[in-house]
């Protein structure tokens, strides 16, 4: 064929043959000289003799095996094909002889991380070019050289991870580089008989395969996409934010961007209609508090009677009065007392400040240590600053932290003026009854660690005054009446809309809605008023009697 090939330029120069050669490849030239499709017999004969099927690939579906099997004879096959192909021909798919499914050999491969087919004893990947063979007995792949190495030559017939016992007969050859000829797919039984498989069973497995229905693919192409498979990731689907709609109550002054997002960003879906923001529940219920709050702590020690500055610190106040309500401070204990300075309930207070000066008593943590403790909505919240409260005198409420916007559940209470904490925690309240219960816990022992000997626990909680409830019943009152009359206004659009459809109807015919009669009205109206204009009698003009030029009387 070769020869042939090289002879074909020489047959077609002749005379003047070079004043007809042409600057490009022509289809003929591509074809027939120079690599591109062959259509004739013979490079179809060969490319049939190099059909190979890859290492790890089923005889089958020819595709990679996800529950591998083999045969005494060495051919791999997947099971969801091999069980449907046996039931329905009883004849082996490469060799065409009876083949028994009980004959057939669960395969055990290791794979590396990539996801690679290796030895378990060599770490190597198998290729296409690897001897492999398979222990009967166990299943476990390994390569020829480990079984030669350690078995053959130490005459150790056992295992090499099991250590189960087998003899030289049990030794299964899956790939023999110098044996090929066995993966040669134009050689397979089945696949020249064209015996397919199309029982319900099959499809149902096979049709999750992405490359079910790729039928012309060559081997090469599936092996690819099969490694494709492996390492691609498709990408995340962006989910849009779900957004709640504005009504007349929490739509914003300014718009949520979305417009001009989808405008300028190709990833954001294109929206073409401005929205207001919606503005949180929580801003539109602060702004409605106008009261102080109050609540009860029950102690061990006596009764602290709290005064919260709901107007002006609103997340705190709201964060402390509904774990009162809820209980959550019940059976609690003040963890840290420092003498003349504050009592602690719960949290990691700033250091500094308890070094600089020795004044107060800290709790609110549910496990007593100092660590724990959630706000009311399951995280931190942000600080409240509020320059008209200060850490000065006795009985100053203030929320304790670790640091900035890390507000939880734990709070203390001053013993004395602690200035230097201002803009650091927030001051949300104070204490208003039972002074003298604050006493008695200062007068409390504590150890080196500044923890009370007796203990002081959180008996009960009590909320008398709940401005939030309040704020929450308006707000709805409101949103309420917002919808009534909304909804009124459609219904005026509706009627306005529904007159102007019903147009009345004066005669049959063109013109039919017009009032003829009305029209005659208006035209009678306009003669007689300009019948009158007529009538009125015009004003004479005053003759100007010219003079000399003596003076401007006459200008």
Known sequence: ??????????????????????????????????????????????????QRLPFGHCCVSLRPCDVPYCCLDGYVFDLIHILPFVRKFGKHPVTGNPLDVKSLIKLDFKKNSEGQYVCPITKKAFTDNSHVVVIRPTGIVYSYEAVEELNFKTKHFKDLITDEPFVKADIITLQDPYKLEKFNISKFYHVKNKLKVKEDEVEELSQDDPLYKLKSVNTETRETLSQLQKDYKAPEKQQLPSTSKADALNAAHYSTGMVAAGFTSTIMEPITEQQPAVLDEDILKYRRVKSMGYVRLVTNKGVLNLELYCEKVPRACENFIVHCRN???????????????????????????????NLQVQGGDPTGTGTGGESIWGKPFRDEFVSLYSHSGRGVLSMANRGKHTNT??????????????????????????LETLDIIEAVETDNKDRPVEDIIILDTVVFVNPFEKAEELLKLERKAALEQSAKEEEKVVMVEKKSAEKKVFRSGVGKYIDLKAVAKNNDQSDDEEQSVNNVTVAKKKKIIRTELSDFSQW
Request: glycine share 8%.
């Open 1 to 50: 064929l070769t020869y042939l090939l090289l002879q074909i330029p020489f047959q077609t120069m002749g005379k003047k043959q070079h004043q007809s050669d042409k600057m490009y490849l022509t289809t003929t030239e591509w074809k027939e000289l120079y690599g591109g499709h062959k259509d004739t017999k013979i490079f179809q004969a060969i490319l049939a003799k190099h």
């Open 327 to 357: 209980g959550y401070y019940k059976q609690t204990k003040f963890h840290r007392l420092i003498r003349n300075f504050m009592v602690f309930y719960g949290c990691n207070i700033c250091w500094s400040a308890i070094f600089v000066c």
């Open 409 to 434: 559940s734990q709070f203390f209470i001053t013993f004395r003026s602690c200035k230097q904490l201002d803009k650091k925690h927030t001051i949300f309240g104070r204490v208003v009854g039972g």
